[in-house]
């Protein structure tokens, strides 16, 4: 029989330590010093006494104690205590092993059970209590409110497969991790958001100078009686027979499909912007980008003035009602610039009368005169108008309201209401006797170039970088029909002004086209500009009809004779 048969192999268990594991081997270590200090001090007064065999034998103790002490401040399982008595007391001893050996063999796992248990109950105890809370929640069986109640929550009203108890069961757990109030809270804090997105949209108001309230005095001496009349005028045309105002229609409508170019002169050297008609319908004033206005006659295109003043493009002009043509010194006309000078013109002068310098840097795009003539109104690009008293001389209101700049302005025949239009796609309706917005004008999907009132004084047409016209009832207060007039964005809108039977839009796609009242049918596309149509009037006896544009060209449209 071999050595080995004698060595009994054991296998070693793990051991799992609990609680502090640095704690546990400094202790380990102080024992197994403290117990080697005690074996050395017995072994060495035993071999005081003894022989010299005897010293080395002790000597030998020593050594095999000292390693047993290494051993115990290394490892101190009974498992490995007991092979090591067994391996020392064999035929052949084995050599002692190195700190390197013994110190692989120490197991460094670690579980700190307490803590991870400690974590479990807590969880558990808080599913428990959540569970709890969703039990005694009170939730609807009514599908369509635990819907309306999800969504209150920010949450997926459905999900696929979800049927209506799923569903409540899931509001359920969502009311019990959020709170039993949370939908309260929720419709409280939508309230207050919404009350405070009032608060600042609301209009506000300061008290405004003397002269203002003069100008809103004024105002409604002056509009008042025009208003009833105006009234007068449509309750007699009530009277009418049907079978006369359709005849009127066949008849304006035949007029209208007749009409072709009367006149087409070159304008300047750079495309005319904006046109006018006078008051009596014999003058006509243009705009250029060169910076000059021209005064022609009517209806054969004759110079009659030149206007020098601007030092940039014009953009909008305005004829002033009431005024004679032999008048002199008095304000006849008016142009705004893109640098923001407004300047006011007279008969026979080429300079200008007055400056008006308040809008600067920002572009005027349009202006125009109150049917009395007394007020003169200026839409400029710093997203506000203005209203200037020429009897006062000053400005008596300088209106915000615009997101963006305000491009285009037209008043009511009665002189009591104004329609500004933006390009912000949002026009407005204000009343100049209280400074009110009464209506606002939300619908089209891009900027609106043009606006005008309709003779009846409760129809508006805006036209929009969108392609469309749309119709504005202001007793509605709501839009009434949508013409999808052009395949470009509409420069221009005006009405008939003796009656509003048919409006007239104008177009980038260098097209200008008529449309019949209440109906809105297309009535007439005038075609002959080479290039995009920037505005458009209608002169007040309604024969004839001025376009401008890109071409460098003004174009006098008039029906057969």
């Given at each position: 029989?071999?050595?080995d048969d004698?060595?009994?192999?054991i296998k070693?268990?793990?051991?799992?330590?609990y609680?502090?594991?640095?704690e546990?081997?400094r202790?380990?270590?102080?024992?197994?010093?403290a117990?080697?200090?005690?074996?050395?001090t017995?072994?060495?007064a035993?071999?005081?006494?003894?022989t010299?065999?005897s010293?080395?034998t002790?000597?030998t103790?020593?050594t095999?104690?000292?390693?047993?002490?290494?051993?115990?401040?290394?490892?101190s399982d009974?498992d490995y205590?007991?092979?090591?008595?067994?391996?020392s007391s064999?035929?052949s001893?084995?050599?002692?092993?190195?700190?390197?050996s013994l110190?692989?063999?120490?197991d460094d796992d670690?579980f700190d059970?307490?803590?991870?248990?400690?974590r479990?109950?807590v969880?558990?105890?808080e599913?428990?209590e959540r569970?709890?809370?969703?039990?005694?929640?009170n939730?609807?069986?009514?599908d369509q409110?635990i819907?309306?109640n999800l969504?209150?929550?920010n949450?997926p009203?459905?999900?696929?497969?979800?049927g209506p108890a799923?569903?409540?069961?899931?509001?359920?757990?969502?009311?019990?991790?959020l709170g039993?109030h949370?939908?309260g809270?929720?419709?409280?804090e939508?309230?207050?958001?919404k009350?405070?997105?009032?608060?600042?949209?609301a209009?506000?108001?300061?008290?405004?100078?003397?002269?203002?309230?003069?100008?809103?005095?004024?105002?409604?001496?002056?509009?008042?009686?025009r208003?009833?009349e105006?009234l007068?005028r449509a309750?007699?045309?009530?009277?009418?027979?049907?079978?006369?105002?359709?005849?009127?229609?066949?008849?304006?409508?035949?007029?209208?499909?007749?009409?072709?170019?009367?006149?087409?002169?070159v304008?300047?050297?750079?495309?005319?912007?904006s046109?006018a008609?006078?008051?009596?319908?014999?003058?006509?004033?243009?705009?250029?980008w060169?910076?000059?206005?021209?005064?022609w006659?009517?209806?054969d295109c004759e110079?009659?003035?030149t206007l020098?003043g601007?030092?940039?493009?014009v953009?909008?002009?305005?004829l002033?009602?009431?005024?004679?043509a032999?008048?002199?010194?008095?304000v006849?006309?008016a142009?705004?610039?893109?640098?923001?000078?407004?300047?006011?013109w007279?008969?026979?002068?080429?300079?200008s009368?007055a400056?008006?310098?308040g809008?600067?840097?920002?572009?005027?795009?349009?202006?125009?005169?109150?049917?009395?003539g007394?007020?003169?109104?200026?839409?400029c690009?710093?997203s506000?108008?203005r209203?200037?008293d020429l009897e006062?001389?000053t400005?008596?209101?300088?209106q915000e309201?615009?997101?963006?700049p305000?491009h285009?302005?037209s008043?009511?025949?009665?002189?009591?209401?104004?329609?500004?239009g933006?390009?912000?796609a949002?026009?407005?309706?204000?009343?100049l006797?209280?400074?009110?917005?009464i209506?606002?004008l939300?619908?089209?999907l891009?900027?609106?170039?043009?606006?005008d009132f309709?003779?009846?004084?409760?129809?508006?047409?805006?036209?929009s970088?969108?392609?469309?016209?749309?119709?504005?009832d202001?007793?509605?207060?709501?839009?009434v029909y949508?013409?999808?007039?052009?395949?470009?964005?509409?420069?221009d809108?005006?009405?008939q002004q003796?009656?509003?039977?048919?409006?007239?839009?104008c177009?980038y796609?260098?097209?200008?086209?008529?449309?019949?009242n209440?109906t809105?049918?297309?009535?007439k596309?005038l075609q002959?500009?080479?290039?995009?149509?920037?505005?458009?009037?209608?002169?007040?006896?309604?024969?004839?009809i001025?376009?401008t544009?890109?071409d460098?060209t003004?174009?006098?449209?008039?029906p057969d004779s």
């Amino acid at each position: 029989m071999s050595d080995d048969d004698d060595i009994q192999y054991i296998k070693r268990q793990r051991t799992l330590h609990y609680g502090s594991l640095e704690e546990t081997e400094r202790k380990r270590q102080n024992a197994g010093a403290a117990s080697a200090t005690t074996t050395t001090t017995a072994t060495t007064a035993t071999t005081t006494t003894n022989t010299p065999a005897s010293a080395a034998t002790a000597s030998t103790t020593t050594t095999r104690t000292e390693v047993g002490g290494q051993l115990e401040d290394i490892d101190s399982d009974e498992d490995y205590e007991e092979s090591t008595k067994k391996a020392s007391s064999g035929k052949s001893a084995a050599p002692p092993p190195t700190a390197a050996s013994l110190a692989n063999k120490i197991d460094d796992d670690y579980f700190d059970l307490e803590t991870e248990m400690e974590r479990d109950k807590v969880a558990l105890l808080e599913e428990f209590e959540r569970k709890k809370r969703a039990r005694q929640i009170n939730v609807s069986t009514d599908d369509q409110e635990i819907k309306s109640n999800l969504r209150q929550l920010n949450e997926p009203i459905c999900y696929f497969g979800e049927g209506p108890a799923e569903r409540r069961k899931r509001l359920k757990e969502l009311l019990a991790n959020l709170g039993e109030h949370a939908i309260g809270k929720k419709q409280t804090e939508e309230e207050e958001r919404k009350l405070q997105q009032r608060e600042q949209e609301a209009t506000w108001y300061h008290e405004g100078p003397d002269s203002l309230r003069i100008a809103r005095l004024w105002l409604a001496d002056y509009s008042l009686p025009r208003a009833r009349e105006r009234l007068m005028r449509a309750a007699e045309a009530l009277e009418v027979p049907s079978a006369t105002r359709a005849g009127r229609m066949v008849e304006m409508q035949k007029k209208l499909q007749s009409l072709s170019p009367l006149c087409s002169q070159v304008g300047d050297t750079r495309p005319v912007s904006s046109a006018a008609f006078s008051e009596d319908s014999t003058l006509m004033l243009t705009a250029s980008w060169s910076g000059l206005c021209k005064l022609w006659s009517v209806p054969d295109c004759e110079l009659k003035q030149t206007l020098r003043g601007h030092a940039s493009y014009v953009g909008g002009v305005a004829l002033r009602p009431g005024v004679k043509a032999d008048e002199e010194n008095v304000v006849a006309m008016a142009s705004g610039g893109h640098d923001g000078a407004v300047k006011l013109w007279g008969f026979n002068n080429e300079e200008s009368i007055a400056d008006i310098t308040g809008h600067m840097p920002h572009r005027v795009s349009k202006v125009a005169f109150h049917p009395s003539g007394r007020f003169l109104a200026t839409a400029c690009y710093d997203s506000s108008w203005r209203l200037w008293d020429l009897e006062q001389k000053t400005e008596v209101l300088h209106q915000e309201g615009h997101a963006k700049p305000v491009h285009c302005l037209s008043y009511q025949s009665d002189g009591s209401v104004l329609v500004t239009g933006g390009l912000d796609a949002f026009g407005r309706v204000w009343d100049l006797r209280t400074g009110r917005c009464i209506m606002f004008l939300e619908g089209h999907l891009g900027a609106v170039f043009g606006v005008d009132f309709s003779p009846n004084g409760f129809h508006i047409a805006t036209g929009s970088q969108d392609n469309t016209c749309k119709i504005w009832d202001l007793r509605r207060r709501q839009p009434v029909y949508t013409i999808p007039a052009h395949t470009n964005l509409i420069s221009d809108v005006k009405y008939q002004q003796d009656c509003g039977s048919f409006l007239v839009t104008c177009s980038y796609d260098s097209t200008t086209k008529i449309w019949s009242n209440k109906t809105w049918q297309p009535l007439k596309t005038l075609q002959g500009h080479d290039n995009k149509v920037i505005s458009v009037d209608i002169s007040p006896n309604s024969q004839y009809i001025a376009t401008t544009s890109f071409d460098r060209t003004f174009k006098l449209w008039s029906p057969d004779s």
